[in-house]
């Protein structure tokens, strides 16, 4: 991605740059591939699994939604009890993945234009409730189990949680799910 996409970026902003008469229209589209190659790097980042050896689970929700905000696609907010608890790095990348599945579909069938996720760490026992203000879905249906909310829930049974999509038409869509820390011993107020 960063390696391919990102060469092909720099060389059409590189090749913007060598016109002779640069009008307004240049000028924009250099400052809109500046900005393509800005937002790729930091999705580089978030796509890899070396990415967790650093950052802890909010830490990557919080450059996810930071993300958003900043290309404009959602108004997104992220609420948490604890900023730091620890859990096995491959559950948190699995959970990551979840909410990423969640908000790509947000982004691409909801219309909405608010997202937010509230992470409550206690007893052992992780809770997040991710919502979005979308046109929401009859999750009644099996027709609306499409690869995405298919992937969550395979992901889901892999690691032990429980999951649950909450829709109804016009009233947005709602993801819950909870994962019981079988490390609890690892615990640590101090985070990584």
């Known amino acids: 991605l960063h390696d391919n996409i990102g060469q092909l970026l720099t060389l059409a902003k590189i090749q913007l740059g060598q016109i002779e008469e640069p009008n307004d229209t240049v000028s924009e589209a250099e400052q809109t591939l500046s900005q393509c190659l800005t937002e790729l790097r930091s999705l580089s980042k978030l796509i890899n699994p070396d990415t967790f050896s650093s950052l802890s689970l909010t830490e990557a929700l919080q450059m996810e939604m930071e993300r958003f905000n900043r290309m404009k696609y959602l108004e997104t907010q992220l609420y948490f009890n604890k900023a730091t608890f620890e859990l096995d790095t491959k559950i948190e990348i699995v959970i990551f993945r979840m909410l990423q599945e969640f908000f790509t579909n947000t982004i691409k069938h909801s219309k909405a234009s608010q997202l937010s996720v509230n992470i409550n760490y206690q007893e052992n026992v992780l809770h997040i409730h991710a919502r979005d203000n979308g046109?929401?879905?009859?999750?009644?249906?099996?027709?609306?189990?499409?690869?995405?909310?298919?992937?969550?829930k395979n992901r889901a049974k892999i690691i032990g949680a429980s999951i649950e999509i909450v829709s109804t038409i016009g009233a947005g869509t709602q993801l819950i799910l909870q994962f019981k820390n079988p490390n609890h011993d690892t615990f640590s107020s101090s985070g990584r």
């Open 135 to 152: 046109i929401g879905f009859n999750a009644a249906h099996d027709d609306y189990d499409g690869i995405g909310l298919t992937n969550i």
